[in-house]
């Protein structure tokens, strides 16, 4: 092996990136991360990892690693709406410690943090871990290799695979020729990380969605929060300009949730951004001398918020299926490729129907969420897709991603 050539080429050390070259550093393969930031910024991103996800997280070895570095359990979930008195929604919190054994509920940690952590674990593993890179060439098939410039200086490097975990706009995934499918933007989605929020608790999240507007929150700790809100397509200019982290945080005032005013009266703590939620999937997240994971194989709707956990199930597959290939031999990706197939359709029809629920506004939207509520009340099979999400997309019988479940669950 000259110096230059590697067992695996990472491209991007974000989340995916840095996870699955640790784990393959820990086995004890030669790897490379080049990742193109030279710091990890606040880009409103995931902090929320389901508890599917935490299991993934300890199945490649990582969890105590993010516990280390201010990983932070939520505890309880309260649904609000503008058809339910606060008092009743407050009366009963979903358990988010009781979805999985031995989950203590939903896991939080900062998105930099959470990446700066990862990049120095595969480091501390015996990756090499370069950054700012900038890529300029990269090849697929039989003889793969990326090209890029650190530090001044311009170098090649060869593997027998990339791994492409670079992120939503991905090169690699360009390079290999692979499609992305986007289904429509549903609504804009707006976050905002805020200090000082009082008297909210750190171990509980809310959603809700009052007039014109839906929310979600996130306790980080410490009065620190991570909010999220929803809005018409037709309202694309709604935050912008120099006053729009102010007008965000004035939507938050709902009389369905009284303690949004902690989070109203609260100061912005990172940028506010705004992206159109949508879904996104390959059909087959490989190809000669190339495997994607994460965002670049093809993101969820974040309504659900479940980027995280796909990335990390991507890098226990992928690794699974590395360290089974014989040095020499060519990796057979295709049960990685099956299984992401039906985990992204089912998220996908998972998210649709929360959007449609949480983020359609108007009368007719507001007479279907209170229908929805006074019926999943009595007949909990119509809250399957949250099960879904919290508790894993092959944890519910296929019955329930069909048109007809879909239909039941938003008729009225
Ligand atoms: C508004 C919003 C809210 C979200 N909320 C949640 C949530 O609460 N929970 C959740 O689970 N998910 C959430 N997500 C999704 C989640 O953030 C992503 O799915 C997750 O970050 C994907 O990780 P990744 O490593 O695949 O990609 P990324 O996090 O995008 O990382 C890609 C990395 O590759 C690097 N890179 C890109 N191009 C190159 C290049 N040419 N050369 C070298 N490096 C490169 C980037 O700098 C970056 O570090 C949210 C997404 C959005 C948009």
Not at 118 to 134: D, I, M, W
Not at 163 to 170: E, I, K, L, P, T
Not at 286 to 310: H, M, Y
Not at 366 to 385: Q, T, V
Request: proline share 6%.
């Amino acid at each position: 092996m000259t110096k230059d050539s590697y067992d695996l080429i990472v491209v991007g050390g974000g989340i995916g990136g840095s996870a699955l070259a640790t784990v393959m550093a820990r086995a004890g393969k030669r790897v490379i991360v080049l990742e193109a930031q030279d710091a990890f910024q606040d880009r409103v991103r995931g902090e929320w990892i389901a508890p599917w996800g935490v299991i993934e997280t300890r199945r490649v070895g990582l969890y105590d690693t993010l516990m280390a570095a201010g990983g932070h359990h939520l505890k309880r979930h309260i649904t609000y709406d503008e058809s339910i008195a606060p008092q009743e929604a407050e009366a009963a919190p979903l358990p988010l410690d009781m979805i999985l054994p031995d989950v203590p509920g939903p896991l939080c940690i900062r998105h930099p943090v959470h990446c700066e952590t990862l990049f120095t674990e595969a480091g501390k593993a015996g990756a090499e871990t370069l950054r700012p890179v900038n890529v300029t060439k990269i090849v697929t098939g039989d003889a793969p290799s990326v090209s890029f410039t650190h530090n001044g200086a311009e170098r090649t490097v060869h593997a027998p695979l990339i791994v492409g975990a670079d992120g939503r706009m991905s090169p690699v995934r360009e390079a290999a020729g692979i499609t992305l499918h986007q289904d429509k933007p549903h609504h804009w989605f707006a976050g905002l990380l805020v200090d000082g929020v009082e008297n909210w608790s750190d171990d509980v999240q809310a959603i809700g969605t009052e007039g014109d507007f839906g929310f979600l929150a996130f306790p980080q700790g410490n009065g620190r929060v991570r909010v999220y809100g929803g809005y018409a397509l037709e309202e694309r200019s709604r935050f912008a300009g120099p006053e729009g982290a102010k007008r965000f945080l004035e939507a938050f005032r709902m009389r369905s949730s009284p303690n949004n005013e902690a989070i109203a009266n609260g100061t912005p703590a990172g940028p506010l951004f705004s992206y159109f939620n949508n879904d996104s999937w390959t059909d087959q997240p490989f190809a000669k001398g190339v495997v994607l994971v994460g965002d670049a194989a093809g993101w969820n709707d974040p309504i659900i918020g479940l980027g995280l956990s796909i990335t990390y199930r991507d890098v226990r597959t992928v690794t699974d299926i590395l360290k089974a290939t014989d040095d020499f031999a060519t990796p057979d990706f295709i049960a990685y490729a099956e299984e992401r197939a039906e985990r992204m359709r089912r998220l996908r029809f998972a998210a649709g129907i929360t959007s449609a629920l949480d983020m359609e506004f108007g009368e007719q939207a507001r007479a279907r969420r209170e229908s929805y509520h006074r019926r999943a009340a009595a007949d909990p099979m119509l809250k399957m897709h949250g099960v879904a999400v919290m508790a894993g997309p092959e944890n519910v019988p296929p019955d329930f991603f069909t048109d007809a479940h879909r239909q039941r669950v938003l008729a009225g």
